[in-house]
């Protein structure tokens, strides 16, 4: 199965090459073929091949063609040369018949802004269906009021595009289309210009007058002329009389200007008659053919015709073309609201990633102080628990403490004032502990009644009290025929208390609280002691 790839019509060999012609970085002015500049009326047509040498631009062939109205001109100067030269751009020099100027006055406006007031006047202007032409413009100066005074350059977008198929039928590029009215401006110099700050520029052409007033250096106007009649005399009284006129309308019809006049300067004076006297010979005549330089062709007598080709062709290879219309000057591209707010979304985000670095590292900065807080915290928590683990402990000791009685030092000081055994005998002893004393209750058996008083009088003190009671006489015969029932009362000071252990002494980590209930451990082993004893006796 065979097929064939069908392309799109503008993907074409041809196409391509034109597009690659067409390309200013590929096949521009780094170009080092010659460029043709070419201009045409409606009965001839001229034409100038100059190359840009090393040491400067130089002009190979020129000529004039009479034109024929079936051809282009670029077609029909393509077929003249005949592949002798092999050309590489085009530069075409349009007349007033091809391409109109129309002066404007526009409101004070930023130079920004003069590109979009003259496209918007030249629309006004075109009839509805009427396709937008190429506009350029020059600016001229302003007024008094701030008003920019400025010519526009209006070419038919048909026009345009006719010359670019015969160039591109030619394969040569179209470098540029300017107007032929600005085009010897490139040949007069700056000394020239800055001798005389009022000038007047005129290009002798085939039925034709143009003209430049210069002001400062500068155009101030631009104008072209039919003229009607051959005759010098009569060529020279009405150029004189638009130059007049031309100045009236400036609002200074006195002025006397300096005339520069383009061409061989006999040819010029035979066609132009009187006009030079009447500039009171303040006049310089501009050979074009000196200004750019050739083997061929040099003392032409009729070089006032390529004038405005030759200084076309300077201002193009300086790049100082005043107006272009393939290269018109055009509103600036409106800022694309991402270009736009890129820069301030931009600087947005560095700050708030700067924002965001300082944030993060304060609360960095809070959250290590946090935890420092936090840990000490704990810290302290602990330390307060112990402490309040401490406290209780200490509350428990003193509780405790509180009904602590030490039974040792009464129980050493009555075995110590008891009687003997022989006159006396203890068959029961109990004790107690109030807040204040300390109370032992005996129950004494003595061989006489004597005893038990010496018994009180030895156990009696200034902190002891001793009181006793007689229960039972037994019969005679026994060891011990009295029966005595004696309370022996210490105060609370008489019997001290040893001093406790110090808290951190103890084990905080014991889980067993001290028993109160040991307090009366000894008070029972008292009882049971006596007891036994009592048992022993009566056996």
Request: net charge negative; hydrophobic share 40%; aromatic share 6%.
């Amino acid at each position: 199965m065979t097929g064939s790839l069908q392309l799109p019509a503008w993907f074409s060999l041809d196409a391509l090459r034109g597009k690659l012609r067409a390309a200013p970085g590929l096949a521009g002015r780094g170009d080092n073929r010659p460029t043709l500049f070419i201009g045409w009326d409606r009965r001839s047509l001229s034409f100038v091949i100059i190359e840009k040498g090393k040491q400067g631009p130089r002009r190979l062939e020129f000529g004039r063609l009479e034109r024929q109205a079936d051809i282009e001109p670029i077609i029909q100067v393509r077929d003249h040369l005949n592949d002798r030269v092999r050309v590489g751009a085009v530069v075409v020099v349009l007349s007033r018949a091809d391409l109109e100027a129309t002066e404007l006055t526009l409101p004070p406006a930023e130079e920004s802004e003069v590109s979009t007031l003259v496209q918007s006047q030249i629309e006004e202007g075109l009839s509805e269906g009427e396709s937008l032409p190429v506009i350029d413009y020059l600016e001229l100066g302003s007024s008094a009021e701030g008003n920019r005074q400025v010519t526009a350059y209006v070419a038919g977008s048909d026009l345009i595009q006719r010359l670019r198929d015969a160039c591109d039928q030619s394969r040569w590029r179209l470098a540029a289309v300017v107007p032929r009215g600005l085009g010897p401006w490139g040949l007069i110099a700056d000394n020239l210009l800055a001798r005389w700050p009022a000038a007047v520029a005129v290009t002798l052409l085939d039925g034709e007058v143009e003209w430049l007033v210069l002001r400062d250096s500068k155009i101030e106007r631009q104008r072209t002329v039919r003229v009607g009649s051959d005759e010098s005399d009569l060529l020279g009284d009405q150029i004189w009389t638009e130059i007049q006129r031309s100045f009236a309308m400036s609002g200074e019809p006195n002025l006397e200007p300096h005339l520069i006049a383009f061409g061989e300067p006999k040819r010029i004076a035979e066609l132009t008659g009187p006009l030079l006297s009447r500039f009171r010979d303040d006049v310089s005549v501009v050979q074009p053919f000196q200004v750019i330089g050739g083997s061929v062709g040099g003392d032409a007598q009729d070089q006032h015709v390529f004038a405005p080709l030759i200084g076309a062709a300077k201002l193009f290879f300086e790049r100082r073309l005043p107006v272009d219309l393939i290269r018109p000057k055009s509103p600036p591209k409106a800022v694309h609201p991402m270009r736009r707010w890129a820069p301030i979304a931009g600087l947005a985000v560095v700050a708030l990633l700067v924002l965001t670095y300082v944030m993060r590292s304060d609360v960095v900065a809070l959250q290590t102080e946090y935890d420092q807080k936090k840990s000490k915290l704990d810290q302290d928590e602990k330390v307060a628990n112990k402490q309040a683990e401490r406290a209780d402990i200490a509350r428990v000791v003193d509780a405790w403490r509180a009904d602590e009685v030490n039974w040792l030092e009464p129980l050493q000081q009555l075995s110590e004032k008891l009687p003997e055994g022989r006159a006396a005998t203890v068959r029961r002893l109990t004790g107690a502990s109030t807040a204040d004393s300390v109370v032992f209750d005996l129950s004494v058996q003595v061989d006489d009644e004597s005893t038990v008083a010496a018994m009180e009088n030895a156990i009696r003190g200034p902190e002891v009290s001793v009181t006793s009671r007689r229960v039972a006489e037994r019969a005679a015969g026994t060891d011990y025929p009295w029966q005595f029932e004696t309370q022996v009362v210490f105060s609370r000071e008489a019997v001290p208390i040893p001093e406790p252990p110090e808290i951190d002494d103890l084990d905080l980590e014991a889980d067993q609280e001290p028993d109160p209930s040991d307090a009366s451990g000894e008070s029972e082993q008292v009882d049971s002691a006596t007891n036994e004893a009592e048992q022993e006796d009566s056996e």
